[in-house]
């Protein structure tokens, strides 16, 4: 168990890459024995998919399966981080491969995104994600540039079994999204409100990231979030709170 701040502790850092997105700096296994350093007892790889410039091609998430599912002592599940491409909730891999993959983050992203950036068309667009099967977590919905109706996102997030993601990347002083603590805090105060269920996630693309939700943390102290609704506080807890682990 990581501690990632004041109150929180996280088992499994549910959002990562690796080399192969085109833009991190370590290996699968570099990842792994990281976060096993760290004390995780999982790890979640989601590379960027096809729509992503400079991210792999579908063959790499077509060969998932030759990948352990265990590596250092930590248990690894292996999926995306998908685009959303627009206002009906379109991503950029086929039902069929998400269906076998371990989970899956859906997230808006300036480079692939080709629908108006209006508050009501943006949240349409992840209503409209939310009601996709396979599709776990909604990726920094932070993000100003994407305006969103947060008590809106809440209440399909509760409704759809779906997770929503404070990102600690999203957080940093550094960091290049717009409004991000603003945000997060609107989006805490909501799903506290409707019961929806979040993850803390680094979205580290470098080894010694993994797990670093120190901002993150900060933000759901000062929200007074409860941890009960926090899905990666253990790993048990957040595989059975993805939506394709309820489906079973």
């Known amino acids: 168990m990581k501690k990632v701040g004041p109150i929180i502790n996280i088992e499994i850092d549910t959002h ?16 792994a024995a990281m976060a096993a350093e760290k004390g995780l007892k999982g790890l979640a790889i989601t590379e960027h998919s096809p729509k992503m410039p400079g991210t792999c091609h579908i063959f790499y998430f077509q060969n998932l399966r030759v990948v352990p599912r265990t590596m250092y002592g ?5 999926g995306t981080e998908l685009n959303i491409m627009n206002e009906q909730g379109e991503v950029d891999l ?10 899956a983050i859906a997230s808006m992203h300036t480079p692939c995104y080709e629908g108006e950036k209006t508050t ?3 949240t349409q667009a992840y209503l409209k994600v939310m009601e996709n099967e396979y599709v776990d977590i909604i990726g920094h919905p932070d993000d100003g540039r994407f305006p969103a109706d947060y008590k809106e996102l809440a209440k399909a997030a509760k409704r759809t079994h779906t ?11 550094t ?11 609107k989006m805490l105060k909501a799903c506290k409100e409707e019961g929806a269920m979040i993850v803390l996630g680094s979205d580290s693309h470098v080894d010694v990231d993994i797990a670093n939700c120190q901002y993150a943390a900060e933000l759901v102290k000062k929200a007074d979030f409860p941890e009960e609704l926090v899905a990666n506080s253990s790993l048990e807890k957040l595989k059975a709170s993805l939506k394709r682990n309820k489906k079973v």
């Open 175 to 185: 960091g290049f999204r717009v409004n991000t603590q603003e945000n997060c805090l």
């Open 94 to 103: 086929p039902q069929t491969l998400l269906k076998e993959m371990d989970i």
């Open 120 to 122: 009501e068309k943006i």
């Open 16 to 31: 990562t890459h690796t080399l192969v997105s085109g833009h991190a700096y370590n290996t699968l296994r570099e990842m």
């Open 74 to 78: 930590i248990e690894l599940l292996m």
């Open 163 to 173: 997770l929503l993601e404070v990102n600690n990347s999203s957080l940093r002083p």
